[in-house]
């Protein structure tokens, strides 16, 4: 029997070719070098069965005798016609792929398989990452003489048997990215998107683990869709005792058909398999990330975004108060956020006319532009492209550039139900596309903008493009703005918000340079949204910022300190009008700003390190340097505890047989954060031990109140 082996970062991928369908014999743990002939591995074959083994394809098929969720459905349009073309052999709407060709080395595969008779080509290229990542992408041509209408092309990958609990994420605006799990049972457990973007209640990672996985424990499968727009997730549990992780575009009716000569490429699928808990999904995540060569240059610089401190009141003479208050704290890079553009005094107007607004700007942006860059600041600025007000200069203009099930949007016709008095601009339509462009290249070029916040706040499940549903064509057509303004503008950064975290995904980092995680600054939260999305993405790629006092999207109040701590472990900011911190508060601001300077380097390149903690009241998490030198640990106290002290915390990650000293480095004890009448000794002046001893036997902790935290700086002696 042929195969092809790929091993890279402790994994191994075994593809068997034998049979005529190319098949993934095994996904997981690195195999070695020497294997056993896999002529002699196939399936017993049960009675009333098929008559041969069945294989579970690269691409699953019923005319393999597959009876899960099918890889590629659709039909050609000539054999529903009644031509006859096509419904020779595999007939009309159910494709024989067969191997055509292969070609690999260690790393990687492409595997070529045809249905001659149905006039499909499909082409499939793996490839295993040094870390250990895989990413897969299937490519259906249509070599036929007549249309292909494709349904879905779905991408695949068989769980090894200890597979027995899925875990993926949920959420809603301000609640992103929270785990639920279960046990897999026989059926189908699929995600659904239909946001016409990725989602607020999208899961970032979908996984399958041994029973009790956890953060540094058991074996995980772990797969996420590179894609912005819609798409399912599933783990399919067949009744022969198989389970198959994976995903797929959610294409409309009638939206991609393949005329011949055309193909259809799907969105990567990244996917990862860890022996040591979700901690090593990540570390495979982070590997491909910060290989990559256009991956944000670090120092990753300090943050004050305007919304939260003027919200649309701008006022010159404030917010150049607010940039002088900044740069005095050390600020490296001022956002203005919305309301500078034509009509734009509140959420109800002006969305889409993007020339400044002269009423309150008459010289344009160029005071406040030259009194941040004066001051050694980055100015950025806000903008939401792809979306319209109806009460605009453009949508009265341009009527049929909004999207949506009809093709013109004139006076009485159907508009898509409105979401925060906004529609979305039809960028598959080329002049809508080209207006965007144009304006934003303008600004770009007027003024030195180093950094674009890119917002995009609505869903549309009646995303249409001249009557036909277009949220395939309208996602590429947005990936195209972002490279094309970035080609033209080298060194331009970009943030991916929408509505906050509804548009986090692979595909959008390829072309962004950092996501915003919330709209919710409220620290408690952003303790579980960020845990969940530093799963995937790696921390100097999430926007993390210090909010005011009391949150304004949930009313809570928190101290400093836990604000603090909460956004050190990000892309560090501020949303906050920093004019108001005064006194003893604002030099605990500016000590935080220089710990995020001191510890950005290991933050931004060390290795996540996530403890299993069994009080659900506490979260230990921290960043462990490459060569184990020196981290940065947090102990957050979520809620009360049912325990009366949290006892001695795990510290794992760290080197076993290397002493290291670990301090308490904030807040001091005038920060307040305890409820007890003394502290453990060591908190004083902190301790020397083992990484073997931190990870086996732990530290004695303080007793935190409730929605507290501390920050542990650990280093090697």
């Known amino acids: 029997m042929s195969s092809i082996h790929l091993r890279q970062g402790g994994t191994s991928l075994l593809l068997g070719l034998d049979g005529g369908t190319p098949e993934i014999l095994h996904w997981g743990a690195d195999l070695g070098g020497r294997l056993p002939d896999p002529a002699l591995l196939p399936d017993a074959v049960p009675h009333s069965s098929f008559d041969s083994p069945v294989a579970l394809g690269l691409l699953p098929q019923a005319s393999s005798g597959w009876l899960g969720r099918p890889g590629l459905r659709g039909h050609s349009l000539a054999a529903a016609a009644g031509s006859g073309h096509g419904n020779a052999g595999g007939g009309g709407f159910s494709p024989r792929l067969r191997l055509a060709g292969a070609d690999s080395d260690t790393a990687s595969a492409t595997i070529t398989q045809a249905d001659p008779d149905l006039g499909l080509e499909l082409t499939t290229s793996l490839r295993l990452h040094p870390g250990g990542l895989l ?56 995600r659904s998107g239909r946001h016409g973007r990725t989602g607020h209640d999208s899961s970032l990672l979908m996984a399958v683990g041994s029973a009790g996985f956890g953060n540094r424990h058991g074996q995980v499968w772990a797969g996420h869709f590179a894609w912005s727009g819609d798409h399912e997730q599933f783990v399919d549990a067949t009744a022969d005792g198989r389970t198959v992780l994976g995903a797929a575009e959610l294409l409309g009716s009638g939206e991609v058909v393949l005329a011949p000569g055309e ?6 699928y990244f996917a990862a398999y860890s022996d040591r808990g979700l901690d090593g999904i990540s570390e495979a995540f982070y590997a491909w990330f910060r290989a ?40 490296e890079r001022f956002v203005l956020d919305d309301g500078w553009f034509r009509h734009r005094r509140d959420d109800h107007a002006g969305l889409g006319d993007w020339y400044v607004d002269s009423g309150v700007w008459p010289e344009g942006l160029h005071p406040l532009v030259d009194a941040v860059t004066s001051r050694g600041m980055q100015f950025g600025l806000w903008v939401e492209p792809e979306m319209v007000n109806v009460d605009s200069d453009v949508a009265r203009a341009h009527p049929d550039w909004i999207a949506g099930p009809v093709p013109r949007h004139d006076a ?34 007027e003024y030195p903008i180093d950094y674009l916040k890119w917002d995009q706040n609505r869903d549309l499940p009646e995303m249409g493009h001249h009557g ?40 959008i980092l390829e072309r962004t340079d950092r996501v915003w995680a919330s709209d919710c600054n409220d620290a408690l939260e952003r303790q579980t949204i960020q845990r969940w999305t530093s799963m995937v993405v790696p921390p100097e790629l999430v926007g993390s910022h210090i909010g005011p006092t009391t949150a304004h999207t949930t009313g809570r109040t928190h101290s400093l300190a836990f604000r603090a701590i909460t956004a050190l472990f990000g892309h560090f900011g501020m949303e906050w009008d920093i004019r108001e ?13 220089g710990l995020y300077k001191k510890h950005r380097d290991l933050i931004h390149g060390g290795t996540m390190v996530r403890a299993d903690v069994p009080d659900p009241s506490l979260m230990l998490h921290g960043v462990v340097a490459g060569d184990s030198t020196r981290a940065l640990f947090a102990l957050a106290a979520v809620s009360t505890s049912f325990s009366e002290r949290p006892g001695r915390v795990a510290i794992p990650g760290l080197l076993p047989d290397t002493s290291y000293r670990v301090e308490a480095v904030y807040p001091g004890a005038g920060g307040h954060p305890f409820l007890q009448e003394a502290a453990p000794p060591w908190m004083s002046g902190g301790v020397e031990a083992t990484g073997r ?14 929605e507290q935290a501390i920050l542990l700086e650990v280093t090697a002696r």
């Open 135 to 190: 990413e897969v992408r299937h490519t259906l041509a249509n070599i036929s003489q007549a249309p292909f209408a494709l349904d879905e092309l779905g991408i695949g990958l068989p769980v090894g048997p200890a597979g027995t609990e899925v875990l993926d994420l949920t959420g809603r605006w301000c609640r992103e990215r929270h785990p639920q799990r279960h046990a897999v049972q026989q059926g189908t457990w699929v």
């Open 693 to 706: 001893f931190l990870a086996a036997a732990g530290l004695p902790m303080p007793i935190l109140n409730p």
């Open 468 to 507: 036909r549903p277009s949220v395939h064509r309208q996602t590429l057509a947005a990936y195209r703005l972002f490279e094309a303004l970035k080609a033209a503008h080298p060194g331009l950064e970009i943030e991916s918000c929408s509505s906050g975290g509804a548009r986090v995904d692979l595909g």
């Open 412 to 445: 009485g016709s159907r508009l898509p139900l409105e979401w925060r008095r906004q529609q979305v601009l039809d960028l598959v339509n080329p002049e809508a596309w080209q207006y965007v462009f144009d304006r934003l290249d303008a600004l770009l070029t």
């Open 263 to 268: 193909s259809y490429s799907t969105p990567a």
């Open 581 to 593: 911190v005064t006194g003893a508060d604002r030099e605990e601001l500016r000590q935080v700003i």
């Open 292 to 331: 990559r060569p256009h991956h944000p240059a670090t120092p990753r610089p300090v943050v004050l975004n305007t919304w939260e401190a003027v919200y649309f009141d701008h006022d010159l003479g404030v917010l150049t108060e607010l940039a002088e208050s900044a740069s005095e704290l050390g600020v």
